[in-house]
């Protein structure tokens, strides 16, 4: 596949912007490549290639790429950074005025499910069940 390279004239007051435009837009890119990745991980074959609809991405790349969300550290990078982002959504919602007064059941189901507060895997719809009733039984919830 050739390569293309240009340049761009970019207004000095604007070069900021678009460049915060592409950053954001690869962001993106990644992050849908991510959830391809996790979504089909259990069926090496289908990963095994990158989308059609991104042909342009050559082998020696995605193999990388593939490799590299599934490692373990980038698996728990992730993690921590969704329970970051519940401790915030916690505290904002809740009368809380120190994060480390938040219980880790609240953060563990919060950093769970997703934007519509909904679980998109039945065990853990469960084990959040199970915590909800634990807690109603030693009258924390």
Same mark, same amino acid.
Request: hydrophobic share 35%.
């Given at each position: 596949m050739? &390569?293309?390279k240009t340049t761009f004239d970019v207004d000095q007051h604007s070069w900021k912007n678009v460049?915060? %435009?592409? %950053?954001?837009n690869c962001r993106a890119f990644r992050k849908a490549l991510t959830r391809y990745i996790h979504a089909y991980k259990s069926d090496p074959d289908i990963i095994s290639r990158p989308p059609a609809i991104y042909s342009f991405i050559e082998? /020696?790349?995605w193999d990388a790429f593939v490799k590299h969300r599934l490692t373990k $550290?980038?698996?728990i990078k992730?993690?921590?950074k969704s329970i970051d982002g519940a401790e915030d959504e916690v505290a904002e919602g809740e009368d809380v005025d120190d994060v480390d007064e938040i219980d880790r059941s609240i953060l563990w189901k919060k950093s769970r499910q997703n934007k519509n507060g909904e679980y998109d895997n /039945? $065990?853990? /719809? /469960?084990? %959040?069940?199970?915590? &909800?009733?634990?807690?109603?039984?030693i009258g924390l919830c």
């Amino acid at each position: 596949m050739p &390569v293309y390279k240009t340049t761009f004239d970019v207004d000095q007051h604007s070069w900021k912007n678009v460049l915060s %435009a592409i %950053a954001a837009n690869c962001r993106a890119f990644r992050k849908a490549l991510t959830r391809y990745i996790h979504a089909y991980k259990s069926d090496p074959d289908i990963i095994s290639r990158p989308p059609a609809i991104y042909s342009f991405i050559e082998q /020696e790349h995605w193999d990388a790429f593939v490799k590299h969300r599934l490692t373990k $550290d980038f698996q728990i990078k992730m993690i921590k950074k969704s329970i970051d982002g519940a401790e915030d959504e916690v505290a904002e919602g809740e009368d809380v005025d120190d994060v480390d007064e938040i219980d880790r059941s609240i953060l563990w189901k919060k950093s769970r499910q997703n934007k519509n507060g909904e679980y998109d895997n /039945e $065990d853990i /719809e /469960e084990q %959040a069940a199970m915590i &909800v009733k634990i807690l109603q039984t030693i009258g924390l919830c």
